[in-house]
């Protein structure tokens, strides 16, 4: 036991390191915030100290809203150019919004939206709706699908009977899948189509203006943000969807315009053309530069109304054609809230924006007008008017994002800190007692008005400072990476690393080996080429492309890898047909990445494979299906044959034994299990009365007893083997094959075959093994590890965890992988199983495999060695193999920090991290139980 | 005369020189009139450019690498060219493969220019050791698997062959970038890259032959 201490220390401390590492680069990179179920009712009002309504919480002041989102609207295609130092070709094509800005100053205005990032679609669009700020990881309950659980706008204004109409962009479908009460979506993954999504809007808005059934219409617009992505912002198609937009947008208005006479249609329509986003010139967008987050909308009604007050008015004017043409600002946080206090339903309930005073302006004197006709002369008036409503919409606003902060800091697992807390109910209890004064002044509103308004003014000013240091804190905590704890975490990360090597470089000495070679002369090029390998694997982690393809990087580099073993077979002259099999299983494997990678290609936004290599095999013919179904048994049989083998050939005896004959036994199950479930054999009926779960439950039984009955033996027996290699190699065939039922059947049908791939591919690297050494060295000395085929293993294990059908993204997951044997959802259980899935054979078996590169050499050439030199060889292979994951995972953490502000980090980068993350911890954590159970 | 009987691997370094040049020349001549007489280039028309450039370098490389054959009194010069012939595509076989396993799109779109681009790795690998070589394993067994050159011609045959296949290699790297730039097709990058590995290794090898003369000119004196 001291003897598995002295190593097993190292192992320990590198974990600890990474964890450590991990945990505190992650809490500076990834920002979660956890959803919370609540949502805003009605009723909820009488809970406020503000003045309620005869309706819901606002007196709803526009009855029909058209939205027009125009997908990646940079601010200068909206904004006059004279807003700008120089004059692009791309400004001033929507012509149309211009010139009502210019023409109606007070009931149409163009602002400048300022988004949060990540500024990709899917999470403006929860942003905007929900008005708060999606983080990456939003903790809540929803498993893999994106549909938005926390209150948002959308929702509210079904719980409160508004017809909704959507039409254009199909992530609102995936967001919103039962709210709208009519929907034209189209698909929005291809880049390359400008047109598809655009004509189906087109084809929809125009007659839906005219129909009665809809309260709310959104159409949603993707030509401009494909054509960025495509052609980059400077370009003909840029210009010429631009200039489409503006002739869709010049009818639009003119229908509208039409039909807003009293007692028309649109007589109280509010009609909004916003971007979600912004793009930077080559049509990438994701980060947060200001290009990226300046945005823009465009709001319109069809009334006349009185202007803001100037205190809080924004706006910015410029001199355009003789005439002044002002463009305000609004943080698009502030969207979901104002255009709830304008439609008069609930506020969202976890929004943190702030009604924005000029945007509310621009709808809500229509019901002033018909209150008091005979207000209209006076100014003053009608603007106290003004002012006494919004202290009142603004007093609801506070109370219901103090409700929120309250709530969410008492049911985040992370919430605010304590003096954040306390600044903020300090701010908040500070404008309420002004209210108390306010109040009064509003339910008493005969006395003299004059006197009023600075009250109100002030009034106002409170509520803006407690509303605006909320979203302040918001913000800073959930869109502000934490540079110092990211560094802090990549140093420790890189100490890990250093201590690794050291570790490796330690227990050499201490049995007399040097690292670089056995005469010490200079690097081995196994090393060197192996290091490069690794460190060429790193490099490519930094483009989004090579992360893409990284299954099919991982097979170039493993096929490398194998021309190069079988170089050295010609220079030897031996094992040619090993290294022919090996480059033939690193064909296979990459075969099977490519038809994983075709399949992510279906769902990825990123990635258009054409699968052009599969030669139009149409797999409805009935030989294919056929084959389908009996090849994985048979392949099964051959591994249920193999490990016969191994029981009868070698040593074993007692549980071990046992542990495989269970194995055998799961075969079987499985091979049943799946007779059961094809077409071609009509065993269905045989076993009618087993119900189809029971085979996978009892398989994950054997599974469990076979692992503990292992522990049993390792606790309870010290019987000291004099042949440890052999020993060794007992110790291993038990655990594989107990670990390896369950993984293939959580696999499915690839899974038998893979693992026959896997076992041919390790027999062909572990034969190998040494080859080059030999070369070196002349005659077979101490057989110092070659770093080679550990690379190579790792290589292999990476390539089989993409030929399994996985990718690093959470759509990657097999999720169907998790209710084998199970139909009810309980998260602790099912994530375990997703987890066996996913990294059953890339990470699992692969680590209690790596034995084999000690154990088995022993079984083909019987030179005896001493206990202490394996025990020293193996330790030296796990630790390698630790080290060389542990490099690459690095390498990802480094890229994730310096692509933070890339385009695709939320897509790609932060998922990969998150994978590769998970993987170096299990990594860590398989290795030091493989050290328990091996030494 | 008595010199070329003793050792007949030995050439001086300006007959690598010229070799060299010719073969550079040609090349560089195949993409000119590629590019200008038939008004097709790698990128625009790969395999047609390739299908071009390998037919006008073979007879080239055969006939001037045939000069060099060895066992001259076993072997005739007509001998060395069908070697040469036969080596052709023996090579482009073994290249495709190796393409393939790297990771070179498989389907029968992309035949014509996998075959083509084999074809041309062929002629900058296998086809000058086999003029000069034959079926002589021991000395395939010297300079591909040992890279044990010796003497100007070994390294004649080795450098720019090893340049091609690892320039190559390299040059398969850009292709999985999302830049979307026609070059980054299969094959037309990755010759490129095995284009400027050849011409790389060309280069080396008559430095090495100019070293080794130069070294031979010293111990003479």
């Not at chain 1, 254009?168 to 999504?197: A, C, E, I, M, R």
């Not at chain 1, 947008?249 to 229908?255: D, F, M, T």
């Not at chain 1, 050494?773 to 057989?783: E, F, K, Y």
């Not at chain 1, 790596?850 to 083909?860: D, I, N």
Request: net charge neutral.
């Amino acid at each position: 036991m001291r003897g598995w201490w002295r190593l097993g220390k190292w192992t320990v401390l590198i974990m600890f390191l990474h964890i450590i590492a991990i945990l505190i680069f992650t809490k500076g990179f990834l920002l979660t915030r956890t959803e919370l179920p609540h949502s805003s009712n009605c009723s909820d009002l009488s809970e406020s100290p503000c003045l309620s309504s005869s309706s819901c919480w606002t007196k709803p002041v526009v009855d029909r809203l058209i939205i027009i989102v125009l997908d990646a609207l940079r601010f200068d295609f909206v904004a006059p150019s004279s807003f700008f130092e120089q004059k692009h070709p791309w400004m001033d094509k929507l012509k149309v919004l211009q010139r009502v800005a210019l023409e109606k100053p007070s009931s149409a205005k163009i602002f400048k939206a300022v988004a949060d990032p990540p500024t990709t679609s899917l999470q403006r669009l929860k942003g905007l709706t929900t008005g708060a700020l999606p983080t990456f990881i939003d903790v809540g309950n929803s498993f893999g699908a994106p549909a938005i659980v926390e209150d948002n706008f959308i929702n509210q204004l079904i719980q409160n009977g508004k017809r909704v109409v959507m039409m254009g962009d199909d992530t609102w479908t995936q967001l919103f899948p039962n709210h709208f009460n009519k929907s034209y979506p189209y698909p929005s993954f291809n880049v390359k189509d400008l047109d598809t999504v655009d004509n189906g809007c087109i084809e929809h808005l125009l007659p839906s203006l005219d129909e009665q059934d809809w309260d709310v219409l959104i159409a949603h617009f993707l030509g401009v943000d494909h054509a960025g992505h495509i052609y980059g912002v400077d370009s003909t198609p840029m210009i010429e969807k631009l200039e489409q937009y503006n002739a869709i947008l010049e009818k639009v208005i003119e229908v509208l315009q039409k039909q807003s006479g009293p007692g028309k249609l649109h007589e109280n329509t509010l009609l909004l053309v916003m971007g979600d986003h912004g793009q930077t010139l080559n049509g990438d967008h994701g980060g947060g530069s200001a290009e990226e987050v300046e945005t823009s909308i465009f709001a319109m009604s069809f009334k006349d109304l009185p202007s803001v007050p100037s205190e809080f008015d924004s706006s910015s004017c410029k001199l355009q054609a003789n005439n002044n043409i002002c463009i305000s600002s609004i943080q698009q946080l502030d969207f979901a809230v104002t255009v709830s206090s304008l439609l008069g339903v609930p506020f969202p309930f976890g929004s943190i924006g702030r009604v924005n005073p000029e945007l509310y302006a621009l709808a809500v004197g229509t019901w002033n007008l018909e209150d008091n006709e005979m207000g209209k002369a006076q100014d003053q008036i009608k603007l106290e008017e003004w002012m006494q409503n919004y202290v009142n919409v603004l007093c609801i606003n506070s109370w219901q994002v103090k409700r929120y902060i309250d709530v969410y800091s008492a049911l985040s697992v992370i919430g605010f800190s304590s003096e954040d807390i306390f600044h903020i109910s300090d701010l908040y209890a500070k404008a309420e007692e002004n209210w108390l004064y306010t109040k009064n002044l509003l339910l008493y509103k005969n006395e003299s008005y004059n006197a009023s308004l600075p009250d109100l003014k002030r009034q106002i000013v409170a509520y803006f400072n407690f509303l605006s240091y909320v979203a302040e804190l918001a913000r800073s905590k959930w869109t502000e990476f934490n540079l110092k704890m990211m560094g802090t975490g990549i140093g420790i990360m890189l100490l890990s690393l250093y201590i690794h090597f050291l570790a490796i470089k330690k227990v050499n000495k201490s049995y007399g080996v040097s690292l670089l070679s056995s005469k010490g002369s200079g690097i081995s090029f196994g090393l060197m080429f192996a290091s490069f390998i690794v460190v060429i694997r790193a490099c490519s982690l930094l483009s989004n492309s090579f992360i893409l393809g990284e299954g099919k990087v991982a097979n170039f580099l493993l096929a490398t890898t194998g021309i190069i073993t079988l170089r050295y077979s010609f220079i030897k002259k031996e094992m040619l047909l090993e290294a022919t099999i090996f480059l033939l299983s690193t064909f296979i494997l990459r075969i099977a990445i490519e038809a994983g990678l075709s399949k992510q290609a279906a769902t990825s936004q990123f990635l258009n494979v054409s699968s052009a290599w599969m030669l139009g095999i149409s797999i409805s013919q009935p030989v294919w299906t056929y084959m389908a179904e009996t090849v994985p048994i048979l392949a099964l049989i051959i591994l249920g044959y193999f490990l016969y083998k191994a029981i009868s050939s070698c040593c074993c005896w007692g549980i071990p034994e046992y542990v495989i004959m269970g194995t055998i036994l799961c075969y079987l199950l499985i091979a049943l299990h799946w007779a059961t479930e094809s077409n071609v054999l009509d065993l269905a009926l045989l076993l009618k009365g087993i119900e189809k779960n029971y085979i996978p439950r009892t398989i994950y039984a054997i599974g469990l007893i076979q692992l503990s009955l292992l522990a049993f033996v390792l606790l309870f027996s010290n019987k000291e083997t004099s042949n440890y290699k052999g020993s060794l190699f007992v110790k291993m065939i038990p655990i594989l094959s107990a670990c390896s039922s369950t993984v293939i059947i959580l696999l499915g049908k690839q899974g038998p075959l893979v693992a026959l791939g896997s076992i041919v591919a390790g027999y062909c690297i572990m034969r190998l093994e040494g080859i080059e050494q030999h070369t070196v060295d002349g005659a077979p000395g101490i057989s110092i590890l070659d770093p080679l085929p550990i690379v190579q293993w790792n290589l292999l294990a990476v390539c089989l965890f993409f030929a399994t059908g996985h990718w690093c993204a959470f759509d990657g997951l097999r999720y169907g992988a998790a209710f084998i044997g199970f139909d009810e959802f309980i998260l602790v259980r099912q994530a375990i199983l997703l987890a066996i899935d996913t990294f059953g054979f890339s990470h699992i078996l692969s680590v209690f495999g790596l034995p084999l590169f000690v154990a088995c050499p022993s079984l083909f050439n019987q030179t005896g060695r001493s206990r202490s030199v394996s025990s020293m060889k193996l330790f030296r292979i796990l630790m390698m193999y630790g080290l060389i994951t542990a490099t690459t995972a690095t390498a990802t953490i480094l890229c994730v920090a310096v692509q933070r502000r890339h385009l695709m980090v939320w897509g790609l980068f932060a998922p990969k991290f998150v994978f590769d993350v998970v993987g170096l911890i299990l990594t860590d954590v398989l290795i030091f139980w493989a050290f328990i159970y091996y030494f | 005369m008595k010199k070329e009987k003793s050792s007949q691997s030995t050439i001086s370094s300006s007959q690598v020189f010229l070799t060299h040049v010719c073969c550079g020349l040609v090349l560089a001549v195949g993409f000119w009139v590629a590019h200008n007489v038939y008004s097709i280039n790698l990128v625009s028309d790969p395999s047609n450019t390739l299908c071009w450039i390998w037919a006008s370098e073979l007879p080239v490389v055969i006939l001037l690498f045939s000069c060099f054959r060895q066992k001259q009194e076993k072997c005739s010069y007509l001998k060395a060219i069908a070697q040469g012939l036969l080596g052709l595509p023996a090579g482009a076989l073994l290249n495709a493969l190796g393409a393939l396993a790297l990771g070179a799109p498989i389907g029968l779109q992309y035949l014509e220019k996998t075959l083509n681009w084999s074809l041309l790795m062929s002629l900058f690998t296998f086809v000058p050791a086999a003029s000069v070589y034959g079926s002589s394993w021991k000395d395939w067994h010297r300079i591909f698997a040992c890279t044990k050159p010796n003497g100007s011609l070994d390294f004649m045959l080795c450098l720019p062959a090893h340049g091609a296949v690892i320039g190559a290699w390299f040059g398969a790297w850009p292709m999985p970038l999302d830049w979307e730039r026609p070059w980054q097709d299969w094959p037309i990058c990755v010759s490129y890259g095995a284009v400027a590995g050849y011409v790389v290794g060309m280069v080396g090898s008559f430095g090495v032959s100019l070293m080794r003369g130069g070294q031979k000119q010293l111990k003479a004196e």
